[in-house]
């Protein structure tokens, strides 16, 4: 059964740090892509960051570019997102995604296969 587990979100300040991680379990984690999308109140959801199965191509949204950082453990079966500068507008319920075999870092959701359950992140200013 596939699994993934987001943990590290909760409440951050404007300018603030913080990490999200996913922990993978029953999917061919280190030969798939992954990603991070997140969803805010009446807003479709997006693709804030991806990774390909080698960790050699990455995809950022203009919005987070130069703030967040995806990375990937193998060993760990573990997808991270590094978020800086963090604020209002990054609030948001953070999803991870488990992608195709030997996947790219693609943006669209339909390249996703399986879905975590979501965790919260509410910056403040």
């Known amino acids: 059964q596939v699994q993934l587990a987001e943990s590290g979100g909760g409440f951050g300040q404007a300018g603030g740090s913080l990490r999200l991680s996913c922990a993978v379990s029953?999917?061919?984690?280190?030969?798939?892509?992954m990603g991070w999308f997140r969803q805010a109140p009446g807003k479709e959801r997006e693709c804030v960051a991806a990774i390909n199965w080698s960790g050699s191509s990455t995809y950022y949204a203009d919005s987070v570019k130069g703030r967040f950082t995806i990375s990937r453990d193998n060993a760990k079966n573990t997808i991270y997102l590094q978020m800086n500068s963090l604020n209002p507008e990054d609030t948001a319920v953070y999803y991870c995604?488990?992608?195709?075999?030997?996947?790219?870092?693609?943006?669209?959701?339909?390249?996703?296969?399986?879905w975590g359950q979501g965790t919260q992140l509410t910056v403040s200013s």
């Open positions: 995604a488990a992608g195709r075999l030997y996947g790219g870092a693609y943006s669209s959701p339909s390249m996703y296969r399986s």
């Open positions: 029953g999917y061919p984690f280190s030969t798939s892509a």
